[in-house]
Each structure stands twice: as structure tokens, then as C-alpha cells.
């Protein structure tokens, strides 16, 4: 496991402790422990960090605490520490790794650096439309050797979060086809799929944290980005990019993950009631996802003047084909993503 700088970790416990921005009013983690004398469940809190998000995203964190106090008869607590106050979606990562918050909401991406395997979801046009994608997200067989990947790390998978299909979206005209990226700088994920992908389009791959997208595009740095929708008005990007193009290139899931040894130390009550709340709250914000997005769209229209435009994938999934190849004939992800693609057809 990397190892975080003590004086990140120092920090990350004083705010802790301080209860900066504190949602819950919980119980100390002193009694996260199960008894070896006694059945009776102690109280636990739970501390969730979490950077920026759409409101779908943050409705459902919200929902799964809400659901985890539920089912275990306030026994166990959800403590939320918001918008990016611990670091960016990496440091939430190490500091879930560490123990020093115990559950985080990252994108499937951003895990691609502790677990190849998260790669397979960056891959451009490897779910047919939305139902493929659902149906495999939903496929036990598929979905928990990727939760459990990296489990040797100190994290584990819960559950996942949509966060829509990703497009490009730019400053100086729509993207119709992909010699519109010829010789533009896009930002990417720090995901080496995802360079790849914008190399294979004719652009030229610019990785860059999402606190840095709008500056960049301010200053000409890059000349578009890819994200979803909610990166328009939520984010700010409508005021300087006017053209919202729906190659539908990727969907890559968000990933809701919980150090190992608080999920080993639960009692086996509140851990089926912590997994039964992530569940429920993915089903939540899979029915509230079309109406922020609605509502996210008409506000990019309205106040930003963005334009949306259809596009022929067809060009774009013929480009990226030797991505395609290079996973179905690599041996360690060959067998998954044939998976995957068999799932299109049943």
C-alpha cells in the first residue's frame, strides 16, 4: 500500500476530531469494535469524505447514511466530511486506505491506479447504450471480483453510483466527428485508458484535476474537456464552453469503497445493513439521475447558452477499435471484457 506523509494524516485527524462541517451528530469511533464477551452491537460512526458532486451523487451518500441509521436502529452513524474538505478523489482514496475515514465515493477512474482491472471501464463504446451498461453493473459474476480487487489494499467495494455517459464538450465549435479533436488539448481523468482514447480520436490528451478544469479552459490551457452534464452549470463550465457534443464515448461509474478493517470489525447485523443501504441507495439515485440532469441541462441552456448536439458514433467506435482489440486479447482482462460484451446480447 503507499504510504501517506504522517503530517497528511496528522491533519486529516485534527479536522476530524475539530468536526469541521459535521452533518451528523454522532458517537465516538472508540466503540467501532465488536465484542468478543457480548451480542450486543456497540455504536459505531462512520466517517464518509467525499470531494465534489453532482446533486444526485450527494442526495444518495445522504440517503445511505439515512438508510444505515435506519437498519440498525441508530446503532451505527454516518459522519460526512464534503466538497473536497480532506483532498481530491486520489487523497480520499489513501486516506480510506489508511483508516482515517471509512468510507469514500471516488469515480471508477481514479481507482484505476490502485487496481488495473478498474481500467476496463474507460475503454471507449464498451457498453452498447444504457441497458448494457446497467445490466452489467448489476451482474454479481462481473461486478465483485472488481469490488474485491483491491481488498489487499485496505478497500473494498459497496456499491456503485452512475454518473451518466461522458462527452466532449468545447470552447470554439461542436464535435461532430473526430477531426474535430485534431489538434486540440483535452482534459482527461488521470487514466492512461482515457489518453489513449483521446489519442486514438486525434487529440492530444491533457490530464488534469477536476478543481483545475475551469481555470484551465479560462485560460486557453485546454481547449474542451469530457465529463458529463453536470459538469455545465454544477461545475461552471457552460461560461466558457458553449458546445456540448454527445459522442457518448464512456460510462464510467463511481465507485463507493470502505476500508477493510471497519468492515471487519462491524458485527455481522450492521454489516448486512451497511451493504443493504448502499444497495438501496444506488437504486435511489438511479431514479433521480434523469431529473437533475433535466433540470442541469435547461439551466446550462438558459444561463450558460450551451448547445447540445447529437453525433454519428459510428466514426468515433471505428477509431478507437484497436483499444477494443488490446483488451479482448490481453490475458488479464480478456476473459472480463468478453463478459461484458456478452452481456450486450442477452
Avoid at 31 to 47: F, I, M
Avoid at 71 to 80: A, L, N, Q, S
Avoid at 127 to 143: A, S
Wanted: charged residues 30%.
Amino acid at each position: 500500500m503507499k504510504k501517506i506523509p504522517l503530517i497528511l494524516i496528522a491533519a486529516v485527524f485534527l479536522l476530524l476530531i475539530s468536526g469541521c462541517n459535521n452533518q451528523k451528530s454522532t458517537a465516538s469511533n472508540n466503540d467501532n469494535v465488536k465484542s468478543a464477551d457480548s451480542n450486543k452491537d456497540k455504536q459505531v460512526t462512520l466517517k464518509f469524505g467525499y470531494a465534489s458532486n453532482s446533486q444526485p451523487v450527494i442526495d444518495a451518500m445522504n440517503k445511505f447514511g439515512d438508510l444505515v441509521s435506519e437498519k440498525t436502529d441508530g446503532e451505527v452513524k454516518v459522519e460526512y466530511y464534503p466538497d473536497g474538505q480532506l483532498g481530491g478523489e486520489r487523497e480520499l482514496i489513501e486516506l480510506t486506505q489508511a483508516g482515517a475515514i471509512d468510507v469514500t465515493k471516488v469515480s471508477g477512474s481514479t481507482l484505476e491506479g490502485f487496481s488495473d482491472i478498474y481500467s476496463i471501464f474507460s475503454v471507449p463504446y464498451l457498453f452498447e447504450d444504457e441497458d448494457h451498461y446497467y445490466k452489467t453493473l448489476e451482474n454479481k459474476q462481473v461486478m465483485n471480483p472488481i469490488y474485491k480487487s483491491t481488498e489487499d489494499q485496505g478497500i473494498i467495494g459497496l456499491t456503485y453510483y452512475t454518473s451518466g455517459a461522458r462527452n466532449f464538450y468545447m470552447t470554439d465549435g461542436p464535435v461532430e466527428k473526430p477531426d474535430d479533436l485534431k489538434g486540440k488539448n483535452i482534459r482527461v481523468m488521470n487514466s492512461e485508458s482515457q489518453m489513449k482514447m483521446v489519442q486514438a480520436l486525434g487529440g492530444s490528451p491533457t490530464p488534469i484535476g477536476s478543481d483545475e478544469v475551469y481555470s484551465s479552459l479560462q485560460q486557453g490551457i485546454i481547449d474542451g474537456s469530457e465529463n458529463n452534464e453536470f459538469a455545465l452549470a454544477t461545475a461552471g463550465h457552460g461560461e466558457i464552453t458553449k458546445f456540448y457534443s454527445y459522442d457518448e464515448h464512456t460510462r464510467i461509474p463511481d465507485m463507493v469503497m470502505i476500508n477493510k478493517e471497519t468492515l471487519d470489525k462491524l458485527s455481522d447485523k450492521h454489516t448486512k445493513a451497511i451493504y443493504e443501504a448502499a444497495d438501496e441507495s444506488k437504486d435511489f439515485q438511479k431514479k433521480i439521475w434523469e431529473k437533475y440532469l433535466d433540470k442541469e441541462k435547461k439551466e446550462a441552456t438558459d444561463k450558460y447558452n450551451v448547445k447540445f448536439n447529437e453525433v454519428d458514433k459510428e466514426p468515433f467506435r471505428k477509431a478507437v477499435q484497436p483499444i477494443h482489440d488490446e483488451f479482448k486479447n490481453d490475458k488479464q482482462f480478456g476473459n472480463l471484457y468478453k463478459k461484458i460484451q456478452s452481456l450486450s446480447k442477452e
